[in-house]
């Protein structure tokens, strides 16, 4: 299958053609494109996962997913002891600086909060690639 680079956001990643829909699909340095057409299929079915990214008070994992009765938790997905780890802190900071109906009181503990959870939603979507799609909606609300 033929392929060629492009490069997004500082990684080089390969293009090719999807050879059901003819559609250009981009493939990460840390996939393969067999893999890539393969989650296109899967995409075309209906069986990528949708999973929203953001927390909520009462649920302990900002991980949201219709496909797994809503809420959703790590081990559904089979994440690494480190992602679920660092999911865990980020979801407790947040936790002990907004309560329920408050927003947060100190800006730059906001912004670099945010940060992480950018970091931490790239990090999901490179684990869950193959089965899902992350929303990221944690600077939405």
Same mark, same amino acid.
């Given at each position: ?39 296109? &299929?899967? %995409? @075309? ?9 953001? +927390?909520?008070? $009462?649920? *302990? ?24 780890? &660092?999911? %865990? @802190? ?9 309560? +329920?109906?408050? $927003?947060? *009181? ?36």
């Amino acid at each position: 299958m033929e392929s060629e680079k492009l490069t997004h956001e500082g990684a080089e990643w390969a293009r090719v053609v999807d050879p059901v829909t003819q559609e250009e699909l981009s493939v990460p340095s840390f996939s393969t494109v067999e893999a890539t057409i393969a989650r296109s &299929a899967k %995409r @075309r079915a209906g069986e990528l996962h949708t999973i929203r990214f953001f +927390p909520d008070h $009462g649920h *302990r994992w900002p991980l949201w997913d219709p496909k797994a009765g809503y809420t959703a938790t790590p081990d559904e997905y089979g994440l690494s002891d480190q992602l679920v780890m &660092a999911l %865990r @802190r980020w979801y407790d900071e947040w936790e002990a600086a907004v309560g +329920p109906g408050d $927003g947060w *009181r100190d800006a730059e503990q906001h912004r670099s909060w945010a940060e992480r959870g950018d970091e931490l939603a790239a990090w999901l979507a490179r684990e869950v690639r193959d089965t899902a799609e992350v929303v990221v909606e944690h600077r939405t609300g």
